[in-house]
């Protein structure tokens, strides 16, 4: 079953512009996962952010995570046509052993 | 170090026929895990490993997958007899924790005919 939901199922933008995509998830967790995934290609780790961590950066990627809302944010700033991807969040629960669990992605597409 | 590698990348095969699909982890990776991707039900997990040892096996569909990991090198997963649903991308992907970022394959994509 899919733990985590993204937000939106797709997203048109133009080169320069800023991408945000939103994961809503169920249960509580330890941790929250970004993957990029091109087409044809296996997914590629982006960031991962703790439960006790509300915001993360890396490079043009900026990651909030609310715990009480169960929900997360990816911001791509200044998107470039090498962007466009699938983008998944996943999560690994917080019961013991549980791997990562992964929506149904966002499919980016920049344009330029 | 070359990544998780998979084979072979593209699978065709007939329906009741045999189908084995190989992957070596990272070195040094404690972790390994078997997804299967379709446009359906997006990524889901069918078996993972913990020092060659299958932890979670809950995922995998029915008799018909099997998965092992003879050694921390080398990891194959079975599915006999095949059928045409079984048709899908499946990677294998390792890490060195169950919470950190894992290493995907590229994947096999498979199309049972």
């Known amino acids: 079953s899919q733990q985590g939901e993204e937000d939106p199922q797709a997203l048109s933008i133009q080169e320069g512009e800023n991408a945000t995509m939103n994961c809503s998830y169920k249960?509580?967790?330890?941790?929250l996962q970004w993957y990029r995934q091109n087409s044809g290609r296996g997914l590629v780790h982006l960031i991962l952010?703790?439960?006790?961590?509300r915001e993360k950066h890396s490079g043009r990627l900026r990651v909030t995570l609310d715990t009480s809302k169960k929900s997360s944010s990816l911001l791509i700033t200044a998107s470039r046509a090498a962007d466009t991807a699938s983008y998944f969040c996943?999560?690994?629960?917080?019961?013991?052993?549980?791997?990562?669990?992964f929506g149904k992605g966002t499919t980016l597409s920049v344009s330029s | 170090d070359a990544g998780v590698i998979q084979s072979p990348r593209h699978e065709v095969t007939e329906m009741g026929q045999e189908v084995t699909l190989r992957c070596k982890p990272i070195?040094?990776?404690?972790?390994l895990f078997w997804y299967r991707q379709t446009m359906m039900r997006g990524l889901e997990l069918l078996i993972y490993?913990?020092?060659?040892?299958?932890?979670?096996d809950s995922g995998m569909p029915e008799d018909r997958f099997s998965a092992k990991m003879p050694n921390a090198s080398f990891s194959t997963l079975k599915i006999q007899p095949s059928e045409p649903r079984d048709s899908a991308v499946y990677f294998c992907?390792?890490?060195?924790?169950?919470?950190?970022?894992?290493?995907f394959g590229s994947g096999t994509r498979l199309t049972v005919v």
């Open positions: 992907a390792s890490s060195p924790g169950l919470s950190t970022g894992y290493t």
């Open positions: 249960t509580s967790i330890n941790n």
């Open positions: 952010i703790r439960s006790n961590e």
């Open positions: 996943a999560t690994d629960g917080r019961q013991a052993g549980t791997a990562l669990i």
């Open positions: 070195s040094g990776h404690d972790y």
């Open positions: 490993f913990n020092n060659n040892v299958p932890i979670d």
